[in-house]
């Protein structure tokens, strides 16, 4: 393969990059009346500098243009005229009343054409195909009337949602999620999801929701301002784009084939149900182009009525905890009214006018969409004397229309009353004149959307209270802060959900007679034949002429586990021995050469690139941090990629005699969950010592036994390794010593799990037996893997009293490795965390160190045994646990949600500290990304914790 040279590749970028601006310059010279006002650009990059900032919610950014610029204003992105609006007279005049020539979407190149949403109902250009959609789901949800159909689905999953609630209420959010998918895809498919537990298609409607989200924000995606970046060869500068446009187009082609491939099946068999989809093969027919719209269409009911539902029902549950009074007064009518005999139904909706009014003030309080989806002109037009270009963008500020201060007195507080009529007092304007989109892009599903948010608060008044969480006596008060992203939900928030009395709890008991759960569909979903194209694990593989499916990639066993893969590649079909793949594989030169090369050629872009603080994965990094993000997230791909090798030597390197050698402890301290597999037993190893090796355990004053990370594949805790982390921690708390073991890695032959968390046991013992120091000296501590083996260690000790080993002091989690099982799918939700562009891990590295760490068979577990997995298995334990995270990392929900798990147990003491813009792992990884400063600062808190808990 040849390798461009990184000099040839800028010019060409640079050459191409001015052809392209010229001729966006030179087009359109006609008419020169001015655009709306807006802030002046730079020369040719435009207002590439005033596009929102990462994390920054778009509505609050764009509002600051009414002050400055009026109710419309405009920016253009390197020839691209984006228009905002921030005043709904505005919005109806041009994309109602002229929605002739303003309701087209934008032809964006990256969800559109690269991940196929342009074949969606709401991102479809005004044509033939998008008219017939509307046509088809106007035929079951176009009025109110019309989905009075539904009206028994509705209610009896609303009534199901109570039973999950009243079941365990601290899953509200995952009981929303269900919910709200179950009730569509009945509609939609007639398909019956899991009552309990995850359901597959609700899963993959949820990941590729996630993507949409991603996929259309504004400014994102370099390709949608420069088209011909599409063209460019994988690999060459900024072109990362490419590899994730294929990940989030595969996951949408199986949500849309899949349901359709079972409604086929069902009723091929004469086991449908009716449904919007069976209805429409019924009255159509499928010929190949119908079969087309007919997927879509049912895509676009099922994925849109979904993800607003959820997000009006969170905004709705967090709103109830911060406002009681509102809660008082919707109970009283629904006791007047319904009682407490029965729950409401669809039919009680217009005897119940301040349950109305909760749910459209819902809907106001926060859109779901606070900035709509952007509509685009197909022809120029004029409005208030500003020039509107044909291919403008419009962006309607859906978040200000329902919280101007003049149509909505004091839109902060949540006040249903504003809705209702009295003598003194005329109904402010419907929410749902703005939040449903404007002219013919209105929602088409808005009406099922609006009667399920009504039923679910409607049932949910009647028989539970909402209230702050009361912790050691205090409230703890929600914070009202919601996800900078197209579909906007709450953030994360805790709150008790209890039943009103016994006699409501008896109620909703009674659901379950009244509203039988119904047998799941999901046996016959798998069943169903669907032609999904094979979805590609790595840029790497499509690039250097490896295509191996993901089937193939994630066949890789864990090392020293012989099992042969069959596969093919772009040229040959080859069998070959997993514990051998990518060490011995041909593919690993050329990705090695490929990498350096991509490498080599795409540096100099970032750097440039990088010079603009709003082009940063997080503007708030210096320039130094950025580029090290790029650098470290390069190497760590490539690592994962070839299946690089760590080899670990007992012999003294530069460490000297700061290098310990360690054996195995008794037997009989080795024990349960450790002593399963007969092919995996306690071995010798090594570990170093910071700053110096301790003539004896009384030379010690407190010691940190420090676990490194690395996916349980690479590092060795030695000086480049741990090095930093240890400076850090001696210099930073009263550490006097660091011991770090090396313990032996899963990525090598006959290392899977239990090595690792045996070596942690005997690496505990040395220090505790050996050296004779007392364990409330010690402090465990572990970063990422680390961190996941210092929870093994911390529930071998808890659960295995026979081994009679002592509690530690306490314990330090950095960015811990929470869920090693849900790393196992590419694709998932490391891929589409809204933290994936700030942080250097990717779902390849976890991949590997899930695959490398899995348990044998004959071992009798898997990953999601709880010394292994620890997410929703937390544990008691006298050891004080302090979680260390970093706000900018793909794990940080996860940290935050163990921190609440362990919280929770009776007995544990168990803190949170979270590092503002901070990166995964910071104390190892501090060093290499120029974050020593906030190092040192969790480095602090770290032995604060430790001291506040002698």
Same mark, same amino acid.
């Given at each position: 393969?040849?390798?461009?040279?990184?000099?040839?590749?800028?010019?060409?970028?640079?050459?191409?990059?001015?052809?392209?601006?010229?001729?966006?310059?030179?087009?359109?010279?006609?008419? =020169? =009346?001015?655009?709306?006002?807006?802030?002046?650009?730079?020369?040719?990059?435009?207002?590439?500098?005033?596009?929102?900032?990462?994390?920054?919610?778009?509505?609050?950014?764009?509002?600051?243009?009414?002050?400055?610029?009026?109710?419309?204003?405009?920016?253009?992105?390197?020839?691209?005229?984006?228009?905002?609006?921030?005043?709904?007279?505005?919005?109806?005049?041009?994309?109602?009343?002229?929605?002739?020539?303003?309701?087209?979407?934008?032809?964006?190149?990256?969800?559109?054409?690269?991940?196929?949403?342009?074949?969606?109902?709401?991102?479809?250009?005004?044509?033939?195909?998008?008219?017939?959609?509307?046509?088809?789901?106007?035929?079951?949800? #176009?009025?109110?009337?019309?989905?009075?159909?539904?009206?028994?689905?509705?209610?009896?999953?609303?009534?199901?949602?109570?039973?999950?609630?009243?079941?365990?209420?601290?899953?509200?959010?995952?009981?929303?999620?269900?919910?709200?998918?179950?009730?569509?895809?009945?509609?939609?498919?007639?398909?019956?999801?899991?009552?309990?537990?995850?359901?597959?298609?609700?899963?993959?409607?949820?990941?590729?929701?996630?993507?949409?989200?991603?996929?259309?924000?504004?400014?994102?995606?370099?390709?949608?301002?420069?088209?011909?970046?599409?063209?460019?060869?994988?690999?060459?500068?900024?072109?990362?784009?490419?590899?994730?446009?294929?990940?989030?187009?595969?996951?949408?082609?199986?949500?849309?084939?899949?349901?359709?491939?079972?409604?086929?099946?069902?009723?091929?068999?004469?086991?449908?149900?009716?449904?919007?989809?069976?209805?429409?093969?019924?009255?159509?027919?499928?010929?190949?182009?119908?079969?087309?719209?007919?997927?879509?269409?049912?895509?676009?009911?099922?994925?849109?009525?979904?993800?607003?539902?959820?997000?009006?029902?969170?905004?709705?549950?967090?709103?109830?905890?911060?406002?009681?009074?509102?809660?008082?007064?919707?109970?009283?009518?629904?006791?007047?009214?319904?009682?407490?005999?029965?729950?409401?139904?669809?039919?009680?909706?217009?005897?119940?006018?301040?349950?109305?009014?909760?749910?459209?003030?819902?809907?106001?309080?926060?859109?779901?969409?606070?900035?709509?989806?952007?509509?685009?002109?197909?022809?120029?037009?004029?409005?208030?004397?500003?020039?509107?270009?044909?291919?403008?963008?419009?962006?309607?500020?859906?978040?200000?229309?329902?919280?101007?201060?003049?149509?909505?007195?004091?839109?902060?507080?949540?006040?249903?009353?504003?809705?209702?009529?009295?003598?003194?007092?005329?109904?402010?304007?419907?929410?749902?004149?703005?939040?449903?989109?404007?002219?013919?892009?209105?929602?088409?599903?808005?009406?099922?959307?609006?009667?399920?948010?009504?039923?679910?608060?409607?049932?949910?008044?009647?028989?539970?209270?909402?209230?702050?969480?009361?912790?050691?006596?205090?409230?703890?008060?929600?914070?009202?802060?919601?996800?900078?992203?197209?579909?906007?939900?709450?953030?994360?928030?805790?709150?008790?959900?209890?039943?009103?009395?016994?006699?409501?709890?008896?109620?909703?008991?009674?659901?379950?007679?009244?509203?039988?759960?119904?047998?799941?569909?999901?046996?016959?979903?798998?069943?169903?034949?669907?032609?999904?194209?094979?979805?590609?694990?790595?840029?790497?593989?499509?690039?250097?002429?490896?295509?191996?499916?993901?089937?193939?990639?994630?066949?890789?066993?864990?090392?020293?586990?012989?099992?042969?893969?069959?596969?093919?590649?772009?040229?040959?079909?080859?069998?070959?021995?997993?514990?051998?793949?990518?060490?011995?594989?041909?593919?690993?030169?050329?990705?090695?050469?490929?990498?350096?090369?991509?490498?080599?050629?795409?540096?100099?872009?970032?750097?440039?690139?990088?010079?603009?603080?709003?082009?940063?994965?997080?503007?708030?990094?210096?320039?130094?941090?950025?580029?090290?993000?790029?650098?470290?997230?390069?190497?760590?791909?490539?690592?994962?990629?070839?299946?690089?090798?760590?080899?670990?030597?007992?012999?003294?390197?530069?460490?000297?005699?700061?290098?310990?050698?360690?054996?195995?402890?008794? #037997?009989?301290?080795?024990?349960?969950?450790?002593?399963?597999?007969?092919?995996?037993?306690?071995?010798?190893?090594?570990?170093?010592?910071?700053?110096?090796?301790?003539?004896?355990?009384?030379?010690?004053?407190?010691?940190?036994?420090?676990?490194?990370?690395?996916?349980?594949?690479?590092?060795?805790?030695?000086?480049?390794?741990?090095?930093?982390?240890?400076?850090?921690?001696?210099?930073?708390?009263?550490?006097?010593?660091?011991?770090?073991?090396?313990?032996?890695?899963?990525?090598?032959?006959?290392?899977?799990?239990?090595?690792?968390?045996?070596?942690?046991?005997?690496?505990?013992?040395?220090?505790?037996?050996?050296?004779?120091?007392?364990?409330?000296?010690?402090?465990? #501590?572990?970063?990422?893997?680390?961190?996941?083996?210092?929870?093994?260690?911390?529930?071998?000790?808890?659960?295995?009293?026979?081994?009679?080993?002592?509690?530690?002091?306490?314990?330090?989690?950095?960015?811990?490795?929470?869920?090693?099982?849900?790393?196992?799918?590419?694709?998932?939700?490391?891929?589409?965390?809204?933290?994936? +562009?700030?942080?250097?891990?990717?779902?390849?590295?976890?991949?590997?160190?899930?695959?490398?760490?899995? +348990?044998?068979?004959?071992?009798?577990?898997?990953?999601?045994?709880?010394?292994?997995?620890?997410?929703?298995?937390?544990?008691?334990?006298?050891?004080?646990?302090?979680?260390?995270?970093?706000?900018?990392?793909?794990?940080?929900?996860?940290?935050?949600?163990?921190?609440?798990?362990?919280?929770?147990?009776?007995?544990?003491?168990?803190?949170?500290?979270?590092?503002?813009?901070?990166?995964?792992?910071?104390?190892?990884?501090?060093?290499?990304?120029?974050?020593?400063?906030?190092?040192?600062?969790?480095?602090?808190?770290?032995?604060?914790?430790?001291?506040?808990?002698?």
């Amino acid at each position: 393969m040849t390798v461009i040279s990184p000099t040839i590749t800028v010019s060409v970028a640079c050459g191409v990059l001015a052809l392209y601006m010229i001729s966006r310059l030179l087009r359109g010279k006609g008419d =020169r =009346r001015p655009l709306p006002p807006g802030p002046k650009g730079l020369p040719v990059l435009g207002n590439i500098n005033d596009l929102p900032k990462a994390g920054e919610p778009e509505w609050l950014h764009w509002l600051q243009h009414k002050d400055l610029y009026g109710p419309i204003s405009s920016i253009t992105v390197l020839g691209q005229p984006i228009v905002v609006i921030n005043d709904p007279e505005v919005a109806f005049e041009l994309m109602r009343d002229r929605s002739a020539i303003h309701s087209s979407r934008p032809s964006q190149v990256f969800s559109c054409e690269m991940v196929g949403w342009k074949n969606a109902t709401a991102m479809s250009p005004n044509n033939d195909i998008w008219k017939i959609h509307r046509k088809n789901i106007a035929k079951v949800a #176009s009025t109110n009337t019309s989905v009075t159909m539904f009206d028994s689905v509705q209610e009896a999953e609303s009534a199901h949602f109570l039973l999950n609630l009243l079941d365990s209420p601290d899953d509200l959010f995952a009981h929303i999620r269900k919910e709200a998918g179950t009730v569509i895809l009945k509609i939609t498919y007639g398909y019956t999801a899991e009552s309990h537990g995850p359901d597959p298609l609700i899963d993959l409607a949820g990941l590729t929701m996630k993507g949409f989200a991603e996929a259309i924000v504004p400014g994102k995606w370099m390709v949608d301002i420069m088209p011909f970046l599409r063209y460019l060869p994988d690999g060459f500068p900024g072109t990362s784009f490419k590899s994730t446009g294929r990940e989030m187009a595969n996951t949408l082609r199986q949500c849309v084939d899949q349901p359709y491939a079972f409604v086929k099946q069902q009723m091929r068999e004469k086991k449908h149900k009716t449904s919007f989809l069976s209805q429409a093969i019924e009255d159509i027919g499928t010929d190949a182009e119908m079969e087309f719209i007919h997927k879509w269409t049912a895509l676009s009911l099922f994925t849109g009525g979904a993800d607003t539902t959820v997000s009006s029902l969170m905004t709705f549950f967090l709103a109830m905890s911060v406002f009681p009074e509102v809660q008082k007064k919707a109970k009283e009518e629904l006791d007047r009214v319904i009682g407490s005999k029965r729950l409401p139904v669809s039919a009680d909706r217009d005897s119940l006018p301040y349950i109305m009014a909760v749910m459209k003030e819902t809907h106001r309080w926060h859109p779901g969409a606070p900035m709509g989806i952007p509509h685009t002109s197909t022809a120029e037009d004029t409005c208030r004397g500003y020039r509107i270009p044909k291919g403008t963008i419009m962006f309607p500020n859906t978040w200000w229309f329902t919280h101007d201060p003049a149509v909505y007195p004091d839109p902060m507080i949540f006040r249903p009353e504003r809705f209702l009529e009295t003598p003194t007092h005329k109904p402010e304007t419907d929410p749902r004149n703005f939040i449903f989109g404007f002219g013919r892009r209105i929602c088409p599903g808005r009406y099922v959307a609006d009667n399920a948010v009504f039923m679910t608060i409607a049932q949910v008044l009647t028989v539970f209270n909402i209230e702050k969480l009361v912790e050691n006596g205090k409230e703890v008060e929600p914070e009202i802060k919601f996800e900078a992203s197209t579909v906007s939900r709450p953030m994360p928030y805790r709150i008790s959900i209890k039943p009103r009395s016994k006699v409501h709890e008896e109620l909703i008991k009674a659901a379950e007679e009244l509203y039988p759960w119904e047998e799941s569909d999901a046996k016959e979903l798998e069943n169903a034949k669907c032609s999904t194209p094979p979805k590609y694990s790595s840029v790497f593989h499509k690039q250097f002429g490896l295509e191996l499916s993901q089937r193939y990639f994630a066949s890789f066993s864990p090392w020293g586990q012989s099992q042969h893969i069959v596969t093919t590649t772009a040229t040959k079909t080859v069998t070959m021995t997993s514990n051998s793949v990518y060490t011995r594989h041909p593919g690993k030169i050329i990705a090695t050469a490929g990498a350096i090369g991509v490498g080599a050629a795409q540096f100099p872009f970032w750097m440039l690139y990088y010079l603009f603080a709003s082009r940063r994965p997080n503007p708030k990094w210096t320039y130094q941090q950025a580029l090290g993000v790029f650098v470290v997230k390069s190497y760590l791909t490539w690592t994962a990629v070839i299946r690089l090798k760590t080899n670990l030597s007992l012999k003294p390197g530069w460490e000297g005699d700061r290098f310990a050698v360690i054996k195995p402890g008794p #037997s009989d301290k080795y024990i349960g969950v450790v002593d399963l597999d007969p092919e995996v037993k306690p071995e010798t190893i090594g570990g170093t010592w910071y700053p110096a090796r301790p003539s004896s355990g009384s030379a010690v004053g407190k010691v940190v036994l420090h676990f490194h990370g690395g996916a349980y594949t690479i590092g060795d805790g030695r000086d480049g390794d741990a090095g930093f982390a240890a400076k850090t921690l001696i210099a930073n708390t009263a550490a006097t010593h660091v011991f770090a073991p090396q313990y032996r890695l899963s990525s090598n032959p006959g290392c899977r799990f239990p090595a690792p968390l045996q070596d942690a046991i005997t690496s505990y013992l040395y220090l505790t037996d050996e050296l004779g120091i007392p364990a409330e000296k010690i402090t465990i #501590s572990g970063d990422s893997a680390g961190g996941n083996l210092s929870l093994a260690l911390l529930r071998y000790i808890s659960d295995n009293p026979d081994a009679k080993l002592a509690s530690p002091a306490c314990a330090w989690l950095w960015s811990a490795w929470a869920d090693p099982e849900g790393a196992l799918t590419l694709g998932g939700a490391m891929k589409l965390h809204p933290n994936a +562009p700030t942080d250097y891990l990717d779902e390849v590295v976890g991949m590997w160190g899930a695959q490398s760490l899995m +348990p044998s068979k004959e071992s009798g577990i898997t990953l999601g045994h709880p010394n292994i997995k620890f997410l929703g298995n937390p544990f008691a334990t006298p050891t004080p646990l302090l979680f260390l995270t970093g706000e900018s990392e793909i794990l940080y929900d996860h940290n935050v949600q163990l921190y609440e798990e362990f919280k929770a147990v009776e007995g544990n003491k168990v803190d949170l500290e979270v590092t503002p813009y901070g990166v995964h792992d910071i104390i190892l990884a501090g060093q290499w990304l120029r974050f020593t400063k906030e190092a040192a600062q969790a480095a602090k808190v770290a032995g604060e914790f430790w001291d506040a808990n002698e």
